[in-house]
């Protein structure tokens, strides 16, 4: 297994690597980056005139900005250097976790990523939670109930819920209950209050809570679909299997055939995909959701950094979600040894 496991490290760094090379080869065919826009805006100031800068043919709103001062521009945001160069010094940066500094933040990437963090891990850990929790006992029951009329409507209900756009049902939810044109029963933005800081313990729990209502119905609404029918058909599959018609054929009881015999194995694919849905649902921030409800998270920094062309966020913000994939795609594949003892990586 440590063997496996050293491989899968090893294995990281290229892929990673690759990541990397191909996103940053990708960005340099990107018009209207950060040089382009600062020049565009100073022109607009200055009214468009005065001279053709002929030193920068790859500029197209290079017009009526002198050569020196567009010198001074492509320095200030390192590309006065070519760009290989530029791609093995992020490298070296990224080795030691330094992820640059944001152009039009004025603030590091790490920094920026940590300051989102707790709007996302806000959404991403109660989504994550609430769907496990209902949707795992719910599968259970209509595998149980397969056929009968419970089957029946639940399925229905999931199904509509996850044909619904998150987004629509947001905005269904803002007109119905937060101040539209009926009910004004929660708020419209942010995670707390105006007077958060004001409040006890008690009403900074309930206010915290009482933000994430809406937010939280849209984002696990459609959830609910994938993880209830997975745990069902994995449910039905394992009852149908030889060794529980054996259970049954000894005399077990049927509760001591279920939750001994077919829980166990019909929880393996769940189990072993508890760390990417973990992992995944703090960095998959909805960016829709969050523009709805005015949620200052990490959905809307990576939007906002790719159409402001603010490459540092833009390459920082995929180094530490690759890295981050990559290791729990490693933590899976240990899950399915922890829970399933057949499983072995060591001829791997």
């Known amino acids: 297994m440590l063997i496996y496991v050293a491989k899968r490290l090893l294995l990281m760094v290229p892929t ?46 290079a017009q009526g900005i002198e050569p020196e001062r567009l010198k001074e521009i492509k320095q200030l945001y390192g590309f006065d250097k070519p760009a290989h160069e530029r791609f093995f010094e992020m490298i070296g940066r990224f080795l030691r976790f330094d992820l640059g500094k944001s152009y039009f933040h004025h603030k590091s990437v790490g920094q920026l990523i940590v300051d989102k963090l707790p709007v996302s891990i806000s959404l991403g850990f109660w989504s994550f939670l609430v769907t496990y929790l209902v949707s795992i006992p719910l599968g259970i029951a209509k595998a149980v109930r397969n056929g009968t009329a419970f089957d029946f409507w639940t399925s229905t209900a999931i199904l509509v819920g996850y044909a619904i756009p998150g987004f629509v ?10 101040g539209g044109s009926f009910l004004s029963w929660f708020p419209l933005r942010g995670l707390t209050s105006d007077n958060w800081a004001q409040l006890s313990l008690a009403g900074k729990i309930v206010d915290y809570f009482w933000h994430l209502v809406l937010p939280l119905t849209c ?4 959830s609910f679909a994938v993880t209830t029918m997975l745990t069902k058909n994995t449910f039905l599959e394992e009852i149908r299997k030889q060794y529980v018609l054996t259970a049954r054929a000894k005399g077990l009881p049927e509760n001591k055939v279920f939750y001994k015999h077919v829980f166990r194995n019909a929880l393996i694919p769940l189990v072993t995909a508890f760390p990417a849905a973990f992992v995944g649902a703090f960095f998959s921030g909805s960016l829709l959701i969050e523009t709805l409800f005015s949620l200052d998270g990490l959905g809307l920094l990576s939007y906002e950094a790719v159409i402001r062309r603010d490459y540092p966020v833009v390459m920082g913000s995929l180094y530490v979600f690759s890295l981050i994939g990559l290791l729990t795609k490693l933590v899976t594949d240990l899950c399915y040894t922890w829970v399933d003892p057949r499983v072995k990586f060591d001829a791997v």
Do not use: M
């Open 16 to 61: 990673l690597f690759g990541i990397l090379l191909v996103s940053f080869v990708i960005i340099q065919f990107v018009p209207g980056g950060p040089v382009e826009q600062l020049v565009q805006e100073l022109r607009g100031r200055s009214g468009g005139g005065g001279e053709v800068a002929a030193s920068a043919p790859g500029y197209r709103g």
């Open 169 to 178: 049902l947001g905005v269904a939810l803002l007109v119905l209950f937060g």
């Open 219 to 222: 984002l696990i609404v459609g």
